[in-house]
């Protein structure tokens, strides 16, 4: 039974890969309560944070370094060992899409939480981050609504390149029946 299955990354790729994918829904579910969120965040929102959004901008901030920071070990651990085989239902189209969508997504990996630093950073701007604490960004040298277009668009993308890296994987787990899934859990 075991030869029937599929090779697989190894324990430290998967490990940084589903590290990463949690902080990322960690991060869109901060992102989407710092943005007014209604329904189901805004009990916690108003329990946890006096209702103040503002006040989750140090563990947007966190959370998008830490996403960064498993992004260059990831990246880093993709240049040191090598991919399994691809499975024989992987065509050479598949796999030229697979290799586009994962150097989309690190460099959306990136971008989005480095135009977020600097939003915080070089924006000029300032945001009340607890109890008559207020952050200040050091620098003035980037204009603040070009950062915030590029955040929000890189988010954008991110989500998008995550979806077509998702139905890649369903349409092989599902439709080809090739236990792709398998690579990664």
């Known amino acids: 039974m075991a030869r029937d299955l599929p090779p697989r990354h190894g324990a430290v790729a998967r490990v940084l890969h589903w590290l990463t994918v949690a902080a990322l829904l960690a991060q869109y579910l901060v992102g989407y309560a710092m943005t007014g969120a209604e329904g ?6 108003e329990a946890a944070y006096d209702g103040d959004e503002d006040l989750l901008l140090p563990v947007h901030v966190a959370i998008g ?3 960064l920071a498993l992004t260059v070990v990831r990246f880093a651990w993709r240049r040191i060992v090598t ?4 499975p024989a239902t992987v065509s050479r189209a598949g796999r030229r899409f697979a290799s586009i969508t994962e150097r989309a997504l690190y460099a959306l990996l990136v971008v989005t939480p480095a135009s977020g630093l600097a939003l915080v950073l070089l924006s000029g701007e300032d945001w009340e981050v607890g109890d008559d604490v ?13 950062l915030v277009g590029v955040h929000v668009t890189s988010q954008i993308l991110l989500l998008v390149a995550i979806a077509l890296h998702v139905g890649f994987v369903l349409k092989h787990q599902v439709v080809d029946r090739d236990r792709f899934v398998r690579r990664m859990v």
Request: aromatic fraction near 12%; charged fraction near 25%.
């Open 40 to 45: 189901v965040l805004e009990p916690w929102i």
């Open 83 to 86: 991919l399994p085989p691809w």
């Open 65 to 67: 370094c830490s996403i």
């Open 134 to 146: 207020e952050w200040r960004s050091p620098l003035d040298v980037v204009d603040d609504d070009l």
